[in-house]
């Protein structure tokens, strides 16, 4: 599930949508392990929120949602410490290209460890995947930065803070380009190169904070701190960010 309480940090990736047979939740679900050491994701949680251990972990994935495509939640077994990952199918009419999406959703806790480790939980996930980008941020930053996707005819009132105006995903022109900025930002090859990073002269400070990734991604970090929106300065990163990448949000003209 995404983080959807204050205490979450929530990390999202957007990957080519699941075909017959596809082993891609297997690996993410071994990344996620691989990327928290002492987290072992073999459990679920039922419709009325209890965990369920999982006898054959790997037939469950296979399965699917029942409800569609995707790949059903898988959690660890610690209400102290709760790790869960799920993946939902995005149907073509509403992803960027036209094209179905495989849209995974992790919640780490918002705390010193899942902090520390959420850069590589997010490699991780994100190259298991084999995605197209995805971002890691916390609840309360979130909140703001979902509200910069408009429809305006539905809610004319700007975004919050000042930040731009992102368009819906269906809008967007290709799966590459990245709906909307976070604290944490993978972008796989492809994405840089439609976004135009890195830039040597532009990116001096972004590249500080930024790492390859095996497969010539990058995961690039906005604030070395957690991203606080209420802090000036972290607001004011997410902002220059934004305007230095106007094709994220499909802002760019066409």
Known sequence: MPAVQ?????????????????????????GMERALPGVSLEWTISQ????????????WLARGRPDGGGFPLVCNGDERYPVSVSGWELSAVSAP???????????????EKGIAAAADVLEAVAEDARAFWGHATPFNASVDIARQTKNWAANPRPPPRGLPAL???E?????EIPH??????????????????????????LLSRARRTATGGWVVRLTDALLDLD???HLD??????ERFPEIGGRAAP
């Open 6 to 30: 204050e205490n979450e940090l929530g990390i999202t990736v957007y990957a080519p949508a699941l075909v017959s047979t596809d082993s891609r939740p297997l690996a993410i679900v071994h």
């Open 237 to 242: 990163a997410l902002k220059r960010a934004y």
């Open 48 to 59: 009325e929120g209890k965990r369920i251990p999982l006898l054959n972990r790997e037939a």
């Open 97 to 111: 290209g036209g094209q179905a999406e495989l849209d995974v959703q992790v919640a780490l806790p918002l705390a």
């Open 167 to 169: 368009k819906l995903p």
């Open 231 to 233: 802090n000036p300065a």
């Open 180 to 205: 909307r900025l976070g604290w944490l930002n993978y972008w796989s090859a492809a994405t840089a190169r439609a976004i135009g990073f890195p830039d040597p002269a532009r990116d001096t400070e």
């Open 171 to 175: 809008k967007i022109r290709s799966p």
